[in-house]
Each structure stands twice: as structure tokens, then as C-alpha cells.
């Protein structure tokens, strides 16, 4: 069975702080895909990033970056200099490369509070 | 990517009534997911709903509360039925041609049941 583990709740950050947002996951197949969602106040969904099971480089895309471990199951994302606009609930998600695509897994999210 | 129109946004409803929400797609896509989101929590995956075949429940779901239909590979609607104040929450639905395009959520029917 597949599992996504987010456990920070909530984490309360002052802007300009760096914050890491943890994410484990557990899985049976050898190839799968690992997301990054954030969800805004407003609630819509916003995709981040996309991950499959064979790409271990790490990611950095402007402020955002993420650390992908096969060796501890992690795949973490972390904000530098948080600001305000980040305040959001994120959620980290998993699924199997089945060619047609199956359902996202998703972690229970956490909820990020950037203060100025 | 493919984009999605899902409506309503948003309803109140009465305890006891149904409501029918609509994802249409811009492209013809294999597999469509409904999910719920209770207040304050994450996606749960109601059901995989494909073109031409039932769709597939999870889990604590069942097809006499929340019957979807899938005509086509552009168009699906969830009902939730008998609705009680329990059922208030966001529905999603979403969209992929495999997980290697990645998926597209609709912008969600956020659902009050009084």
C-alpha cells in the first residue's frame, strides 16, 4: 500500500526565515512519481513539482528547492527567505507510473504561516 | 496541460437534497479522480471514474451515495445524495493521460449542507 507522511501540522515562520517542509512516503513499486502541491487560502491547488523514482537530482527553482533521499523514503521541499505570499497549506503526494495514470496519495499537508 | 471547468463553485443545500457537481475537460483525457477535502483536511480519493465502465470506489465510499457518471472522455459529474451537514466539504475532480504529464485539478464546489 501506498502512504504519504507529512508530520508537521502547522509551522509558523517570521518572513525571510528558511523553512523545510518535510515529506515521507512509502511505496512498493520501484518506479513511481512524488508531487508538490500548494493550496492558498483562495483553495485551489497549485502544482510545484513533479518527481519520478529514478531522478534523484535535487531541484531548486528560485526560492524553492527539493531534496529527494530514495535511501530514507524523503522527499522534502524547502522555502529560502520565506515571505508572506507563501503562507498556504502544502501537500506532498505520491502515485504509481501506471501508463495511464492513477490516482494521487496524498499526505495530510502542512500548514506554512509566514509572518512579516 | 489540460484544463478543466468545474461547477458549481460553490452551494448551500438543504439536509436530505442532492447535488450534482460537473467536471468538463478542453481535451479527451483517460482517467478522472473525484476527491473530497473536509474542512481543514487533505484530498481523499472518492473514486477513478473511466470512460465507458464503472467507476471504481474507495474505500468508505459507495456508489449509492455518490454515483458518478463518465459518458465521455471529456465530462464527468459526482452526485452526492441524501446529503447531511457531514458532507459539507470541497469536491475536486482531476485529470491525467499518465503521470508523467503530470495532473489537473479542478478549482473545486466548496459544499455547505444545513
Known amino acids: 500500500a501506498q502512504k504519504v507522511t507529512q508530520a508537521q501540522t502547522e509551522i509558523s515562520v517570521v518572513e525571510k526565515e528558511d523553512v523545510t517542509l518535510d515529506c515521507v512516503y512509502e511505496?512498493?513499486?520501484?518506479?513511481?512519481?512524488l508531487f508538490w502541491y500548494k493550496q492558498p487560502p483562495s483553495g485551489e491547488l497549485v502544482f510545484l513539482i513533479r518527481?519520478?523514482?529514478?531522478?534523484?537530482q535535487n531541484e531548486i527553482s528560485g526560492r524553492y528547492s527539493w531534496n529527494f533521499q530514495k535511501s530514507t523514503s524523503s522527499f522534502n521541499f524547502t522555502i529560502t527567505a520565506s515571505q508572506v505570499v507563501d503562507s498556504a497549506v502544502y501537500f506532498c503526494?505520491?502515485?504509481?507510473?501506471?501508463?495511464?495514470?492513477?490516482?494521487?496519495?496524498f499526505g495530510k499537508g502542512t500548514t506554512l504561516s509566514v509572518s512579516s | 496541460s489540460a484544463v478543466i471547468s468545474q461547477k458549481p463553485s460553490r452551494d448551500i443545500c438543504q439536509r436530505g437534497t442532492s447535488l450534482t457537481i460537473q467536471c468538463q475537460v478542453d481535451?479527451?483525457?483517460?482517467?478522472m479522480f473525484w476527491y473530497r477535502q473536509q474542512p481543514g483536511q487533505s484530498l481523499t480519493l472518492i473514486a477513478t471514474a473511466n470512460q465507458g465502465s464503472e467507476a471504481t470506489y474507495e474505500s468508505g465510499f459507495v456508489i449509492d451515495k455518490f454515483p458518478i457518471s463518465r459518458p465521455n472522455l471529456t465530462f464527468s459529474t459526482l452526485t452526492v445524495s441524501n446529503m447531511s451537514p457531514e458532507d459539507s466539504s470541497i469536491y475536486l475532480c482531476?485529470?491525467?493521460?499518465?503521470?508523467?504529464?503530470?495532473?489537473?485539478f479542478g478549482s473545486g464546489t466548496r459544499l455547505t449542507v444545513v
Open positions: 503526494a505520491l502515485t504509481h507510473a501506471h501508463q495511464a495514470g492513477t490516482a494521487l496519495i
Open positions: 511505496t512498493r513499486d520501484t518506479t513511481y512519481y
Open positions: 482531476s485529470v491525467t493521460t499518465g503521470a508523467n504529464y503530470g495532473y489537473t
Open positions: 518527481r519520478n523514482s529514478f531522478d534523484e
Open positions: 481535451s479527451q483525457v483517460t482517467m
